[in-house]
């Protein structure tokens, strides 16, 4: 069975940093592309980061420089680190995962996700 679960996620002040991370079972994270959503209410989910088997990864615009995606293959996880946090960086984060080599910015294109951690910044 694959499980997908985010921890890390808490209330933190605006310009403060979190680290999130997506531990799975079920299926190997090295072999797969794995990428961060986010949805705040009354949002659709958006695209954060993502990592590719071969270690590159992709950012949003918006989080390009403030955020960084990494994986330990050992401990079958990725990670976020996000520093300079604003408020508008409040959402549901998620991890996901999809078959294949190739990431995607599209959350219909991932065929596993979490259950979701709450980040909020406040101003």
């Known amino acids: 069975q694959v499980q997908l679960e985010e921890y890390g996620g808490g209330l933190v002040q605006a310009g403060g940093s979190l680290r999130l991370s997506c531990q799975g079972s079920g299926l190997t994270f090295g072999n797969l592309p794995i990428a961060w959503f986010r949805q705040a209410p009354g949002n659709e989910r958006e695209f954060v980061a993502a990592?590719?088997?071969?270690?590159?990864?992709n950012y949003s615009d918006d989080m390009r420089g403030r955020f960084t995606i990494s994986r330990d293959i050992v401990r079958n996880a990725v990670y976020l680190q996000m520093y300079g946090l604003k408020p508008e960086d409040t959402a549901v984060y998620y991890c996901?995962?999809?078959?294949?080599?190739?990431?995607?910015?599209?959350?219909?294109?991932?065929?596993?996700w979490g259950q979701g951690t709450q980040v909020t910044v406040s101003s």
């Open positions: 996901a995962a999809r078959y294949g080599d190739l990431w995607s910015t599209k959350w219909f294109e991932y065929d596993y």
């Open positions: 990592i590719r088997s071969d270690e590159s990864t």
